[in-house]
């Protein structure tokens, strides 16, 4: 079923630190993997993506981890700095050249000072 | 380039009332969607459109109308609005599988 809270779950993390964030997906069949960041009254922001025949991308600062046999995303955050502090969301295609995402609920980022 | 683009940033509309979410981009993408954001959800797909003259149903497709008449412009048109409707709403537009998206009109029906 969807699944549906008023609440976020928040990670929150020390200026300076790494930051983990994870994401299950629900479609073994999905091929490609966004992550977006969003900030306060804005849009999602691209951050970075991996297809399924990857397992690992590195960004500036950012990886992204892909486990198919768990339907597990992941994004790493490196030296997480205060401009950090957003929600970020996952997506998965479920199929090629549909543009047809699906976004989790996302994860409040907290950075501490 | 301007990227996508929506109006208004707000509104406020009663039960019944119909209007029109605005959706332009300049960037001559062929693909556009809309998304509506309820708290704590993620986005969830409302229309989409391949290209001029071409549009499909979402996700939560019940209760809008959309047109594309032109490769710019993708409106988001609400034909009675109602309670359930108020939320806030993103277009996007994509080029290389990369979503690029607006900043939001917040909508809320009394």
């Known amino acids: 079923g969807e699944n549906v809270g008023l609440h976020l779950p928040t990670l929150s993390v020390q200026e300076g630190d790494n930051s983990i964030i994870n994401c299950a997906y629900s479609?073994?069949?999905?091929?490609?993997f966004i992550w977006y960041k969003q900030e306060s009254g804005k849009g999602p922001q691209f951050i970075i993506d991996i297809r399924s025949n990857m397992d690992k991308r590195q960004g500036q600062r950012v990886t992204v981890l892909l486990n198919k046999t768990v339907k597990h995303l992941s994004l790493q955050i490196a030296a997480t700095q205060p401009g950090d502090s957003a929600v970020y969301f996952c997506a998965e295609n479920r199929g090629s050249g549909t543009y047809k995402y699906i976004f989790g609920t996302g994860t409040r980022l907290k950075v501490l000072a | 380039n301007a990227g996508v683009t929506q109006t208004p940033k707000f509104q406020v509309l009663k039960t019944g009332q119909s209007m029109t979410l605005q959706c332009a981009q300049d960037m001559n993408h062929e693909y556009m969607s809309w998304y509506r954001q309820d708290p704590g959800m993620g986005l969830r797909l409302i229309h989409y459109?391949?290209?001029?003259?071409?549009?499909d149903q979402g996700e939560v497709p019940n209760g809008y109308n959309v047109s594309r008449s032109t490769t710019e412009d993708f409106p988001l048109r609400l034909l009675s609005a109602a309670p359930s409707q108020t939320s806030v709403y993103f277009c996007?537009?994509?080029?290389?599988?990369?979503?690029?998206f607006g900043p939001g009109t917040r909508l809320l029906v009394l």
């Open positions: 996007a537009s994509v080029w290389l599988e990369t979503q690029y």
């Open positions: 479609n073994s069949a999905s091929d490609y």
């Open positions: 459109s391949v290209g001029a003259g071409i549009t």
